[in-house]
């Protein structure tokens, strides 16, 4: 069984920063590419980033791209998500899923086993 717990959440000011950490269960996690989401209030989950299993290919969404930066390693099996210059629309709950090695990794679907979130909170 696979288990996957966020870590990192809490409350900033705009501008400031978070690191999200996503530890996850069971053997061969070097092996599974993983990806955050996150879920506003009111909104569907969407993509954030994504990081291949051996952290060479990483993507992120566009409203993201040069703020967050993802990274993973596997020895602990974690992934994490730094999350700098943090904006109000920031504001959502963030989810940590694995990859299933089926279909894109931009889409929800797409992901087999997901952690429960933890809420990230951006002040003006």
């Known amino acids: 069984q696979v288990q996957v717990v966020e870590f990192g959440g809490g409350s900033v000011q705009a501008g400031g920063s978070l690191r999200l950490s996503c530890a996850a269960s069971?053997?061969?996690?070097?092996?599974?590419?993983m990806g955050w989401f996150r879920q506003a209030p009111g909104k569907e989950r969407e993509f954030v980033s994504f990081?291949?299993?051996?952290?060479?290919?990483?993507d992120y969404a566009d409203s993201v791209k040069g703020r967050f930066t993802i990274s993973r390693d596997n020895r602990q099996n974690t992934v994490y998500l730094q999350m700098d210059s943090l904006k109000p629309e920031d504001t959502a709950i963030y989810y940590c899923?694995?990859?299933?090695?089926?279909?894109?990794?931009?889409?929800?679907?797409?992901?087999?086993?997901w952690g429960q979130g933890t809420e990230v909170i951006v002040s003006s």
């Open positions: 069971g053997r061969n996690f070097g092996g599974y590419s």
């Open positions: 899923a694995r990859h299933s090695d089926i279909g894109s990794y931009y889409d929800v679907g797409s992901y087999d086993y």
């Open positions: 990081i291949g299993w051996r952290g060479g290919l990483t």
